[in-house]
């Protein structure tokens, strides 16, 4: 290697490493923002743990600053919470015997601080709302002679039924552990070995191997669901983006009708299942409105339905 290829290669190297070492967030990178609503560190790296999020070693998005109404239970109180799921602990579902607790609930949502905290007090009940409307249509147990109606059963299953795959996706980055299945589980029944790896990343636990903590502990199953949502993952913005108004839809978006509210949030839930089959997704839309309006009834009832749901007619 002759000297001025040392010299060049000796560069390219320093500015991969300065590249690779540079910071994630705030002031250090701008006034970035951390993804997911993680916490920006004073030193400006993004995460979730008591060195990124208390006070003193937080500079945005903190654990401990709560929107302009106070914390999460400002917007959704233990009472709230039960009259929208009050099927939740019957017999027959899995989640019995207060599995999806109010506190496990809460506890998961601290390590989101941009969860349920944006924007005004009706900007962030909208978010509550959208979010548990979507994760009840996901586990529900309900039928349509079920007491107290179809709309009252949510978070009633913990695993996906019927006979789900693996879910394995080749990846040298998520490999799929010998013997487990990536199927759905917790509250958005999140799928595939490059989710349960990111999402157990970002909140330090193993997912990858140990995928059915996801069913097994209530805090861990309510931080998948909000993980998720809180998430963008390309082309796809967060559920939170979209319903705290932040997305913005470009050209294609728009020809393609997926404008912001309710049905792009079902997009990118469940896009591949409910949506991209024209107006027949009609049908489905609807059902989620029943969700809404079931809980618009305990919690928001000043916010219409349109202003949540959004065209009828959006396509993935």
Not at 72 to 79: C, D, K, P, Q, R
Not at 145 to 169: K, M, N, V
Not at 191 to 202: F, I, K, M, P, S
């Amino acid at each position: 290697m002759s000297h001025f290829e040392f010299i060049i290669f000796s560069l390219l190297f320093s500015l991969l490493l300065l590249t690779a070492s540079a910071e994630q967030c705030g002031v250090q990178a701008g006034g970035a923002l951390c993804a997911a609503g993680l916490c920006c560190s004073k030193f400006g790296w993004c995460g979730y743990t008591d060195a990124h999020c208390t006070p003193g070693n937080c500079q945005s998005q903190c654990r401990d600053s709560p929107g302009p109404t106070g914390d999460l239970g400002g917007v959704i109180s233990n009472s709230m919470f039960d009259q929208m799921l009050n099927h939740r602990n019957d017999n027959a579902c899995q989640g019995k015997n207060n599995f999806y607790s109010y506190n496990a609930f809460i506890t998961a949502a601290k390590s989101f601080p941009g969860f349920g905290s944006t924007g005004d007090t009706t900007a962030r009940k909208r978010e509550i709302v959208a979010f548990f409307a979507q994760t009840s249509h996901e586990t529900t147990g309900g039928w349509p002679t079920a007491p107290d109606g179809p709309y009252a059963w949510g978070y009633c299953f913990l695993r996906e039924q019927g006979s789900p795959g693996d879910y394995c996706i080749p990846s040298s980055q998520w490999p799929c552990a010998p013997g487990r299945k990536y199927f759905g589980r917790g509250p958005i029944q999140i799928l595939h070995n490059y989710n349960y790896g990111t999402c157990g990343r970002v909140i330090g636990v193993d997912l990858l191997n140990n995928p059915d903590l996801v069913a097994t502990d209530s805090v861990i199953s309510f931080k998948s669901a909000i993980w998720f949502w809180m998430t963008p993952q390309s082309p796809k913005p967060s559920c939170h983006d979209v319903i705290t108004g932040k997305w913005q839809p470009s050209n294609a978006d728009q020809a393609a009708n997926r404008l912001p509210g309710f049905g792009v949030i079902t997009n990118i839930i469940n896009g591949g299942m409910e949506c991209g089959h024209g107006n027949d997704n009609r049908v489905q839309e609807l059902d989620f409105i029943g969700d809404i309006v079931e809980f618009l009834e305990l919690v928001l009832v000043t916010i219409s339905i349109v202003a949540i749901s959004g065209p009828l007619e959006t396509d993935s």
